[in-house]
């Protein structure tokens, strides 16, 4: 029989939407909350700034954030950064291959003076988790963190201990390519709400890293811009943002023709239309708009949808990815048409 617990001080329940009389003053206050966590982390990451904005956008959406790229681009700094500007528990995983599934969730253990097993919290019990170089680890481990990302808890030994809210994880990785890697298992990636990718930096913002690295440490100089009651609350302000019924069906449109496509193998599950309805409303929030337009939709398809999608191997032979589908997708996809 499985029991439902929660560690002491945790707020298990997830956030409401807004009534609509207070959303107006509350997307007010995301928009400069927005802005003072992008000013926070363009200090530490320069010339990024829609990488950062994505990711802020996973943030108010209450999903999480998965960053690919080569090492030395600034993958785990980012994390990091966004993890200081959030006032919250933060937990730092280093996925190697010799980390066990208890390392993340946790573990009981037997306590000899009350004779009784006892839980001990594993690292993933924390508001936000850097999951650094994810697909170093064994599929097996990377499996430990299903549950937490899509239910938000943990199930030791028949017993299901509730996550703190907000709940984020910012994992990043290299290419599957790059020697010591592990595939993500695709329940894995299409548990993550996007995927990002840093990109080297201009020459004037690597410039600018050279100056400014080489004498302080940028990372030390972030403070705390938000802490996590007003994360939960703005997530409210975020579920409020209205979409319109045609608009919804041209996510469903969109995600129902991956299915189809003679590129993939595997299209986009129910779960990619979920995560990309509410990464739209959390952009048009960011914006300062009480309601999703087609655009958001559009800016957020790839970024939402690419990596979960599996191409078939003629596809890959041709050296299409997962981004040229969606846009193939987006440009045979009917608009909504306005009322």
Not at 49 to 56: G, P, Q, S
Not at 265 to 272: K, T
Request: contains cysteine; charged residues 20%; hydrophobic residues 45%.
């Amino acid at each position: 029989m499985t029991t439902t617990s929660a560690l002491p001080g945790s707020h298990p329940a997830e956030p409401l939407p807004l009534p609509p009389q207070e959303l107006p003053a509350a997307l007010d206050r995301l928009r400069s909350t927005a802005d003072a966590l992008a000013a926070a982390v363009d200090g530490v990451i320069q010339g990024k700034d829609e990488t950062v904005r994505l990711a802020l956008t996973v943030l108010f959406a209450e999903g999480h954030l998965l960053v690919e790229d080569v090492p030395g681009v600034g993958k785990t700094m980012l994390a990091k950064s966004l993890a200081r500007a959030v006032q919250g528990t933060v937990r730092r995983i280093q996925f190697t291959p010799d980390l066990l599934p208890s390392d993340v969730t946790g573990s009981s253990v037997w306590n000899q003076e009350r004779a009784a097993f006892e839980f001990r919290p594993g690292a993933v019990f924390a508001n936000v988790v850097i999951g650094d170089e994810i697909n170093r680890a064994s599929p097996k481990t990377q499996s430990a963190l299903l549950e937490c990302m899509e239910e938000g808890q943990v199930t030791v030994d028949g017993t299901t201990w509730q996550l703190d809210r907000p709940f984020i994880v910012f994992a990043t990785q290299n290419p599957v390519e790059m020697d010591g890697t592990y595939p993500l298992p695709e329940a894995q990636r299409d548990r993550f709400m996007a995927r990002v990718s840093m990109g080297y930096p201009s020459a004037a913002a690597e410039l600018t890293m050279l100056s400014e690295h080489g004498a302080t440490a940028p990372l030390e100089a972030v403070e705390p811009v938000v802490d996590v009651a007003e994360v939960r609350e703005l997530s409210g302000a975020v579920r409020g943002v209205h979409a319109a019924d045609a608009l919804k069906q041209y996510v469903v449109d969109l995600v129902r023709r991956t299915r189809t496509h003679p590129d993939l193998r595997l299209g986009a599950s129910p779960r990619a239309a979920l995560h990309l309805l509410r990464a739209a409303r959390s952009r048009a929030a960011l914006q300062g708009r009480d309601h999703v337009l087609p655009d958001d939709v559009q800016a957020l398809a790839v970024p939402v949808v690419a990596h979960r999608l599996l191409l078939t191997a003629d596809a890959l032979l041709a050296g299409r990815d997962g981004a040229d589908v969606v846009t193939d997708v987006l440009r045979t996809t009917a608009l909504p048409s306005p009322r």
